[in-house]
Nanobody
């Protein structure tokens, strides 16, 4: 059974930093594209950043230069380092594992990030 467990959210002032972690179990981590999505109140869920099994990354334009996604295959964990946070980064952040060979997505429960001005 695949499980994704996020941690690291919280309340931070604008300009501050947070590091999100997502620990995966279920044996699919190394062959999955791992991503972070976020959903603000009243808005659709959007992709923030993703990293493939080959370590290729892509970012939403709104976070380029401020956020960094990385993965540790030995620990089955993906990270999102968020710097220079802005109030508009406030959202629930979700970890995603996309298994392309089955065209399936798995989701974590989400972690709240709140950036005060």
């Amino acid at each position: 059974q695949v499980q994704l467990v996020e941690s690291g959210g919280g309340l931070v002032r604008a300009g501050g930093s947070l590091r999100l972690s997502c620990a995966a179990s279920g044996g699919i981590f190394r062959i999955s594209t791992m991503g972070w999505y976020r959903q603000a109140p009243g808005k659709q869920r959007e992709l923030v950043a993703a990293v493939t099994s080959g370590d290729s990354t892509n970012y939403a334009d709104s976070v380029k230069g401020r956020f960094t996604i990385s993965r540790d295959n030995a620990e089955n964990t993906v990270y999102l380092q968020m710097n220079s946070l802005k109030p508009e980064d406030t959202a629930v952040y979700y970890c995603n594992a996309h298994l392309s060979i089955l065209n399936r997505d798995f989701w974590g429960q989400g972690t709240q990030v709140t950036v005060s001005s």
